[in-house]
């Protein structure tokens, strides 16, 4: 049991700091822009094939997932030179309905050049086996994932709290049109927010490849988690992304591993094998509901 | 401000789509292509569940992200209901409505007291978290979904053939689509349009706003579970699918092509998304590219939609 419980911790833990990468970049489009990008999720997928496709291509996974994220950026820059620039004076209709044209298209494309089939992505030889911590063992592939995103949490954090591009960044997510009369430009600013949340994205996508099928459609279930991450942390709040993805992260995991354990153990079987699933996956969107019940703008609301 | 008021040769126009599609069936008969008397019936359902989101949209100004939950909620009703024998049409169709319209009630008290992005995210979440519901439920089906063998019967008629349910489906579109241009010109709709328009000065003058914004997302919310429950009835299976998001997605598609707040936006959007859909997908698998092009293009060059093209939104 302690040792479940420990596994599946970690797992949260690992969860959650992936959930980090792909919520930061779109809670901060969402604060500074107040643009709905439902296309984050795509973002992602599209990542995840071209770091599979290079690290295919260069037979080594750390040089893939470099080119991978390299290639995401660019992809990034372009949609946002082209299209986000027009959305951003846009109401929220038009931001939902042009961002899911962009899934649909990247889905079908993604279909179109890589086929139906899940793409293999393998993790680096030397972390293909497990390791030994304090007398269990976990898998040395997940550990590496849980100290990237450690370390990009911890950069991104002293990226957005210490440095002065950090600074515009949280005063643009705190007040835009003053921002701007300060002479700062936020549309560049918002570029290069844009860009970096769409390497955050592949980054995320190329290292969870190994663990989850990489596979048309992948980006839409955990585009609606993210979602669900930035509104527990406040829409535009760095610190909120994190700490609601560390939540959301855990409690999904461990709600999903130990739930139907604790149901059998109270309930009659079969009544604890219908709830337990059904309540497990849904118990992420209870606690949305609660903590929106009590804190309406999430628990590190950006605009005070 | 009655932006729902159709004009006169639109009421010509649409008797006259309207016995053309009377006599539809026969004609399909004659033609020996009695396959698209079931994809008419599947579009005039869509159409039926896009006008009920057009409602919401259009008309109530709210930007709901999660109306395929109330779809789905009525397809499981009417599937529920038959697998256990119950086959009356005029029972479950109308207990179909009133279990969506309960539940968008439900989902609409909590999200209405948000706004803006988070309405979209709430009602988003909404739906997904009943997706799950019903991809977990392994009682009615989980992921495989809960199949209808025997087709509904209205007043002891059996809806068995596809024209007998075809007339069905048509018969409830007109009457919802009367029932909405009613409903727009009386006065619930002036004043949820008006809500729409000023909020604050609505609440000014005295006006529930939030009890007039709910009455419209349940009014949705029920048709767009009758419409479930036809399809239901059509398909033979109600399918988590029809819960998911992106299902959602496509209906806000179908009303924003067809034309936001436009009394047929929801029907001409429906009949132009699946006519596009199976003529593309005939010769191009991946027409789904195309169609986002298509949707980039209304959305960055004709912002109104198809509707805006013919009628007149006299604002």
């Known amino acids: 049991m302690t040792q479940l419980f420990l596994e599946q911790a970690l797992n949260g833990l690992q969860f959650g700091l992936m959930l980090f990468l792909l919520a930061a970049g779109l809670t901060l489009v969402f604060g500074i ?95 293909a086996g497990p390791v030994e911590i304090a007398g ?168 005070a | 401000m009655a932006f729902y008021r159709p004009a006169r040769w639109q009421q010509t126009a649409a008797l006259v789509v309207l016995a053309a599609l009377l006599a539809l069936p026969s004609l399909l008969d004659v033609l020996d292509q009695s396959y698209y008397i079931g994809f008419a019936t599947r579009v005039l359902i869509f159409a039926l569940a896009a006008s009920s989101l057009n409602l919401v949209l259009g008309f109530g100004g709210m930007v709901s992200l999660g109306h395929a939950a109330f779809f789905g909620v009525g ?79 209205l007043g002891g008629i059996s809806l068995a053939g596809d024209a007998a349910l075809f007339f069905v489906v048509l018969g409830a579109l007109t009457v919802t689509m009367l029932l909405f241009s009613r409903l727009a010109q009386a006065r619930f709709g002036r004043t949820i349009q008006a809500i729409r328009e000023n909020e604050t000065r609505m609440e000014a003058l005295g006006y529930p706003v939030l009890r007039y914004r709910l009455a419209c997302f349940a009014i949705g919310g029920a048709v767009a579970g009758l419409a479930g429950a036809l399809l239901a009835n059509l398909s033979g299976l109600a399918s988590p699918n029809l819960l998911q998001w992106t299902q959602s997605g496509t209906l806000l598609v179908m009303v924003i092509i067809g034309g936001v707040g436009y009394l047929w936006g929801g029907v001409v959007g429906a009949v132009v998304l699946l006519l596009l859909e199976e003529i593309l997908l005939a010769w191009f698998a991946h027409w789904h590219i195309v169609l986002g092009l298509l949707l980039l293009a209304v959305v960055l060059f004709a912002p109104k939609g198809v509707a805006a093209l013919f009628g007149r939104r006299d604002d």
């Open chain 2, 75 to 153: 397809a499981y009703v009417a599937a529920i209901c038959q697998q256990a024998g119950l086959g009356e049409g005029l029972l479950v169709l109308p207990l179909a409505m009133a279990v969506a319209g309960l539940f968008a009630l439900a989902v609409g008290a909590v999200s209405l007291r948000t706004r803006g992005v988070y309405f979209i995210m709430i009602t988003l979440a909404f739906a997904q978290m009943t997706y799950y519901l019903f991809v977990s439920a392994s009682l009615w089906g989980g992921e495989d979904g809960l199949p209808v063998y025997e087709r509904l019967r």
């Open chain 1, 136 to 303: 269990f063992f976990y898998p040395a592939y997940r550990l590496v994932i849980i100290a990237c995103g450690l370390v990009v949490a911890g950069l991104l954090y002293l990226l957005v709290a210490k440095s002065r591009i950090g600074m515009w960044v949280r005063a643009g997510a705190a007040n835009r049109e003053m921002t701007e009369a300060l002479g700062i430009n936020v549309r560049a600013l918002f570029t290069a927010v844009f860009v970096f949340g769409a390497g955050l994205c592949a980054l995320a996508g190329g290292l969870l490849g190994p663990l989850l099928a990489v596979q048309v459609g992948m980006g839409e279930s955990v585009l609606i988690l993210a979602f669900v991450v930035i509104i527990i942390g406040g829409i535009g709040s760095i610190r909120g992304a994190l700490v609601g993805a560390l939540i959301v992260g855990t409690v999904d995991t461990l709600g999903r591993a130990l739930l139907p354990t604790l149901l059998r153990a109270t309930l009659p079987a079969d009544a604890a094998a219908t709830l337990g699933p059904a309540l497990a996956s849904i118990l992420i969107y209870l606690l949305m509901a609660g903590i929106l019940f009590f804190k309406p703008q999430g628990l590190f609301p950006a605009r």
């Open chain 1, 33 to 127: 822009m107040d643009c709905i990008n439902l296309a984050h999720g795509s973002l992602y997928m599209v990542g995840a094939y071209f770091v599979a496709a290079a690290a295919q291509a260069a037979d080594s996974f750390w040089l893939g997932l470099g080119a991978g994220v390299a290639g995401t950026a660019l992809l990034g820059l372009l949609l946002e030179l082209s299209l986000f620039r027009q959305l951003y004076r846009r109401d929220h209709l038009a931001q939902v309905l042009a961002t899911f044209a962009l899934i649909l298209i990247a889905n079908e494309s993604v279909r179109l050049i890589w086929g139906p089939a899940p793409l293999l992505l393998n993790p680096p030889e030397s972390l």
